[in-house]
């Protein structure tokens, strides 16, 4: 059997446990490091591929954004994550998966800065 995941199940399954702390009543600031928690180790079980890390990394920057309560820049988010993976692995830098896993989301957030100044 295969499973693939992705970043966007990581970011699915982080809205999830939000929910999931929401209704247990837990706050905020619980509800966020318990997702933390568990998202690392999913992360764990789940073999840890380059676009689950690149989420992970995005999601624990604006998670710890929140608990201080500063915003969390999302272009910046996207290089320091690709700083941690080639940390972790510097020949990920030579994977075309990585390549266009790290150009897809930098055009995601390039395009909705641009939906966010523009006028309609």
């Known amino acids: 059997m295969l499973l693939a995941i992705s970043g966007l199940h990581i ?11 929401r209704a ?4 905020s600031r619980h509800s966020i490091l318990l997702a933390l928690v568990v998202l690392f180790i999913y ?26 309560r500063r915003p969390a820049f999302s272009a910046n988010s ?8 080639l940390a972790m ?20 957030v390039w395009l909705t800065s641009l939906g966010a100044t523009a006028e309609w």
């Open 11 to 21: 970011g699915i399954l982080m809205v999830f446990l939000l929910a999931i702390g």
């Open 24 to 27: 247990l009543r837990l706050s």
């Open 43 to 68: 992360l764990q079980v789940a073999d840890c591929r380059p676009p689950m890390i690149r989420a992970f990394v995005i999601i624990a920057i604006w998670s710890v954004g929140r608990l201080v």
């Open 78 to 85: 996207l290089a320091i994550a690709a700083i941690v993976l």
């Open 89 to 108: 692995n510097p020949t990920s830098l030579f994977d075309v998966g990585t390549q266009l896993s790290f150009l897809a989301v930098a055009v995601i």
